[in-house]
Each structure stands twice: as C-alpha cells, then as structure tokens.
C-alpha cells in the first residue's frame, strides 16, 4: 500500500486509550500516548474542488486518494467539520466494537431519516436498543431457515420465464426477484403493482439521494417546494402509503383472530419488550413506529441482496474457471439431468462454493460499500486523537481491494473466502455487513437469499455479459451498476 506517513506502531488493545477532554489518555495513568492529529489534507475539501479526486457522487475516489496518499488513516475537513477516513482492521474494530459507544451514527445517515424515519439504520440507542431487541426473534436463524423453500420457488418460478438467447438487463431482474423475495417472505404480500412501484420510488429516491444527504439541515428544508425535494416527497408519500397498507391489513388479519404466517411483519407487530406502559402492559410498536421499521427493512433488506447478486452475475460471465466449478459444486449436490432437483434448506450447508461465490463477490463490489459513525466524546484511535464531533469513515470497498489483505486485489478468486483463508485474516478486513452492536440484522437471510438464488439460476442458466466495457459503479448508499447490466441467457 502506497503511503507517505509511516504505519503508526500499534498499541497493545488491552490499553487503548479513551482520551480526557484535555487530550490526555485516561485508561492508565502511567502510560503516555503521542496523541498525534492525523495526517491529511491542510484545506477544507471545498479548496481541492478541481482535483480529478474530488468529484461529486464520486466519493470513492477521494477516499483512494487519501489511503494512497496518507496511509491508514487521513483526516479532513468539510464545512467545519473534522473527518476522518480509516483503512486499519483494527481501528474499525476499535470504532465499532471497544469504543463504540463513543459513536452515533454520522450526520449523513441522520439525514436519511428523511426517508426512513426512526428505523433501526437511522436511530441511536437506547431508542434502537429496544427497536433491535422488539424485531431480533424475527430474524433469528432458525426463522430465516424456514424461509428458504420460499425464496428456492421464487427464484424458480423467475428462471422459468428465461428464454434461450434472451438478453435481459440483469440488474434490473435480480431487483424483481429480492423484491418479491422481501414482500413475500417477510411481509407475506403478493406482489402486486403496488409492491412494483417501491422498485420505481426507490429508484428515484437513489437517483435524488445523494443531493438530498449533501444538504445540511434537510430536515428543516423539507416542506420546500425544490423541485428534487417535491419529487422526492412525493415518492416517498407513495412508499409510505404501501407500507401502511401492509400494516393495517396485517393488523386487521390479527383483530380477526387469523394465525399468523410467520412472517416478519406479523411477528414485529405481535412482539413487545421488558418495559411496561402506564398502565402496566408491556408495550409494542406503534404505527409509525413500524412503519420507519418495515421501510427501513424494505430497502436494506432487497437492494443490497439485489446488487449483490448483479454483481456476482457479471464476475462469473467473466471468469469461465470460477462459473466451472461453480456448476460442478451445483451438479453434485443437486444431481443432474432428469434427477437434477431445486436446492433445499438441507442442501444449504453443501453449497460452500456458492457461497464463497457470493463472499468473494461482496469483497469486490460490496453491496454497502461505506460506513460512518460520529464521536460523540475525545477518542485514540492508536496514536491518533479523534476530537468530539468528528466523523469517522471507512470503506467495504477500500479495504477489500487493499493489496495488504487480499493479494493481487482485482483477481476473483472465491478461495479467498475457505474456512482457512478467513480465519487467516483480522476480522475487520472484511465486513459487507457491518460489526458490533449495529451489526446487519438481515445478515443471515442475505446470505440464504443469495446462496440460493445464485444456485437455483445458475443451475439452469449461464450469463454471458454484452456490454462492451466493464459496468461503471454509482456509490449511492448502495455499490449500483450505473447503467443497465446487459446478459445473454444460454441453458445449461
Ligand atoms: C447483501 C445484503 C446486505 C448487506 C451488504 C447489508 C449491509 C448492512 C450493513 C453494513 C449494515 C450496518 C450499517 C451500519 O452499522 O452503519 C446493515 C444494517 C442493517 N441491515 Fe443489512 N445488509 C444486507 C441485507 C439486509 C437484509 C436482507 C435485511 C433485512 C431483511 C437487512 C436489514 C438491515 C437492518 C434493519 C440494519 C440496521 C441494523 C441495526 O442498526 O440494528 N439487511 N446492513
């Protein structure tokens, strides 16, 4: 890794500091740390304005530079603001582990409240504590096992309507599929137009996100008749009015006595946590409350496992090898000819390839490809101090194609992600989902959907890539192909 600063020695995690507001370590009186500023750029990022690094919607770019220019960790600032990019496994642990309650979420994931209101993504604890521990028994392993039948059959029923020599804009087809994935098996709706249309919102909503976040103090601008921001309150009027539709039919369903079907709605509205209201209940979601909840779920839960599985499609079109085995694995397990049968949930743990696969594919093109908190009191981050109110970045992408970690970076190579090979590795060199007590709660239905929607497609079809060069990225909130992801579909 090119770097003009020295690597800092590390210092030993058992003494890490939390600094005193005067700047002084506090953990052991006795021990002394440098409490060096980080190195980085002398000017707010407004003065770099033309640099070819500084680039509108193009923030990758910018954290490249500073990694390539300052090493593990550079800091900036923008409009006052102290920020602070990391590349370090072990200051992301610090920051989302051993010091993570001196973080909240940074300003801009605040902003998205304006879309997604208190969810889980947007709150702080202790309101997110008790929102996690209300929806954690819907998302506990053994549920998310009795979803996998459904998503085999929905990925099943899409590859039915795959023709030979077809070319289809597969981004725009692994959205449909997780759609109807999420709606079925989590809010246990059919999809109807109505379901269609959070695909389209969504889709205008990315297009105006990064304009909407970049505004300080959205919130207060939001009644505005802007033209983006009325675009954009229309849009979400449209997403809200779905949601609660899919609230009151649920609650109604209940109010007549109906056994629920599992699914995750009818579980987040039927759960309550330890605390008692006022008169003596213990206390549940409200309608607004599950509504910030279920569009918070909506949209972590479909168009990150729909990127995802648009990126996987396009390595594997590029790399025959890894499509080979990825077949062999499919062929053994699931049989082949007329006694090739649909994946089920016992298969699940022998699709290990396919799941290196979709790992290895993550490392790439991570679905969320950065994070952010917000110190919320002095920190050491190694010899560095981090003043309150900075904000601290880091980067899936970065770090997954950082030389020092994963050799030869740009190769594709699901080898990369054995048993071995990640336990070789510090853990925080590889985190598409995130750590610590924020960690991704759909993780363990991200990884069923996309094992087994890879499997179930793959088995019948190969995809062939027609787009002339390679698919440029759109780092929004999530890693998008910026154009249509054209493939040819050939049967197996
Ligand atoms: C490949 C797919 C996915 C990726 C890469 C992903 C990634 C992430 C990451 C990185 C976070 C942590 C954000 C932070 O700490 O700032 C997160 C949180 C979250 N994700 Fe996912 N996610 C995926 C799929 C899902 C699914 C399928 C669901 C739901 C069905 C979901 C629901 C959530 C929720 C509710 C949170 C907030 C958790 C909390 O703060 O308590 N995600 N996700």
Known sequence: MPSSTPTPPKIPKAVCPVSSPSGTSTSDPHVQFPNLTPPGLKHSLPFYAFKPWVKLGSPILLFEHLLKTYGNIAQYRFMGTPIVFINDPEYIREVLVTQ?????????????????????????????????????????????????????AIAATQRETFRPGQTIDIAASSMRLSLEIVARTLFDTEVTDDIRRINDEVNTIMDLYNFIVAFPRIESFMHLPIPGIMKFRRSKARLDAVVDRLIREHREAAARGEPDKGDLLSMLLASTDDQLDASGHHTGMSDEQARDEVLTIFLAGYETVANGLAWTWYLLSQHPEVEARLHTELDAVLGTGCDARLPTL????????????????????????????????????????????????????????????????????????????????????????GGGNRQCIGESFAWMEGVFSIATIAQRWRLTYQGATPPEVQAKITLRPKHPMMMQLEPR
């Open 100 to 152: 993570s309650s001196s973080f909240v979420k940074e300003r801009t994931v605040k902003r998205m409240k304006v879309l997604l209101g208190e969810g889980l993504i947007t709150s702080d604890d202790p309101f997110h504590l008790r929102q996690r521990r209300i929806a954690a028994p819907a998302f506990h392993r053994q549920r998310i096992a009795a979803y996998g039948d459904q998503i085999v």
């Open 346 to 433: 016992a298969d699940y743990p022998q699709l290990r390839y396919t799941e290196q696969v979709f790992a290895e594919s993550m490392r790439l093109y991570p679905p969320a490809w950065a994070m952010g908190r917000m110190s919320t009191r002095p920190v050491n981050l190694g010899p560095y101090s981090i003043p309150t109110g900075a904000h601290v970045f880091f980067s899936q992408y970065i770090m997954g194609r950082d030389p020092k970690y994963f050799p030869d970076p740009l190769r594709f190579d699901p080898e990369r992600f054995t048993t071995e090979a990640k336990a070789a590795r510090p853990k925080f060199t590889y985190f598409p989902f």
